[in-house]
């Protein structure tokens, strides 16, 4: 099969991004349960919990702004405020996370470098800062393949599972922007 047949198969766009990413493996309780991950850091907790509820509001917020553009406007307003504290917030668990390293997104799981390896068909969680709009998301994936590097680090391939339609449609959102903001500036670049 040639790699263009393997390409038109993917399900998902792929992106290369730098995220601020901690991986740590679900006991088996944790890997069977069905109801959401739960983080033990209360910041963590908060910034998914904020994105989370704005993305259920919007629909709301574009139903209003037909009825009262005065009160949607307003609504908007609280919102970039409430943005910018969860940009305060992100920065903060960014600290405890560590600094961003390069990954492959996708809305169906995510691809990344790291120093140990991981049985193919562990169950993982994924914790997850995307930056600039400070969104935060704990997923359970399974590991699909762990292969080695010559620079004794692992690529690890992973494969979100039980994933919320909120949360899978919060990841295309960020995935189609960061794709848009590449594209701007591949041209920007290719520009005379």
Partial sequence: MTTLDEEDRRE??????RIALEISPLGAAEALEADVLQDESPLFSLLSELHLSEFESQHLLRQLSD????????????????????????????GQIGEPRPVVLSEGGVEFAQGQAI??????AVKMVLM???????????VV????????????????????????????????????????????????
Avoid: M, W
């Fill in 12 to 17: 998902y766009y792929r992106i290369e991004d």
């Fill in 67 to 94: 009825k009262d553009r005065t009160l949607a406007a307003f609504l908007r307003a609280q919102n970039k405020r409430i943005d910018l504290l969860s940009a305060v917030v992100a920065q903060t668990l960014l």
């Fill in 119 to 124: 049985a193919p068909g562990s169950r993982v």
């Fill in 132 to 142: 600039p709009q400070a969104l935060g998301l704990l997923l359970r994936a399974r």
């Fill in 145 to 192: 393949h762990c292969d080695p590097r010559p620079d004794g680090q692992f690529d690890v391939g992973t494969e979100f599972i039980e994933t919320s339609d909120a949360q899978r449609q919060l990841l295309a959102r960020y995935i189609l922007q960061r794709q848009q903001l590449q594209r701007r500036q591949a041209l920007e670049q290719s520009a005379p």
